[in-house]
């Protein structure tokens, strides 16, 4: 098969940049979602200090927070994975187009699969958030409810 030459490869390339742009979109998601599981982070490790140093009758409601902290920390953590599917899968899509294009395959039924677990990993990725941004709530009315559940 002959090389296409640049003016066959400009088409091939415009029909498989569209998925970049949901690339983009779930980057800033997972910035954001890292930045939230860091904050997590800083604030479990001052909780864990503050039970350290607490008296007695301070501590179960510092530990109910911290307890809360880790929950979150591992909703966040999946959330963070399920974004990095999307992007993996959002990438191999891309690739397949352009390989498809290049080679003229037909790989429709794999290129709609790609594309339905790309997106179903971002759909899972966003409850996953939604499921942290409820529970951070709760932290904060248990904080300022000092610790009650």
Known sequence: MPIPSLTELIPILQSAIGPVILISGVGLLLLSMTNRFGRIVDRARLLAGAVAAAEDAQRPALRAQLAVMERRADVIRRAIMLGAVSVL????????????????LNPGLLVALIFIVCLGALIASLLEFLHDLNMSLHALKMEI???ER
């Open 145 to 147: 409810r000092g610790g």
């Open 89 to 104: 899968m959002a990438a191999l899509l891309i690739i397949t187009i352009f390989i498809a294009a290049l080679f003229h």
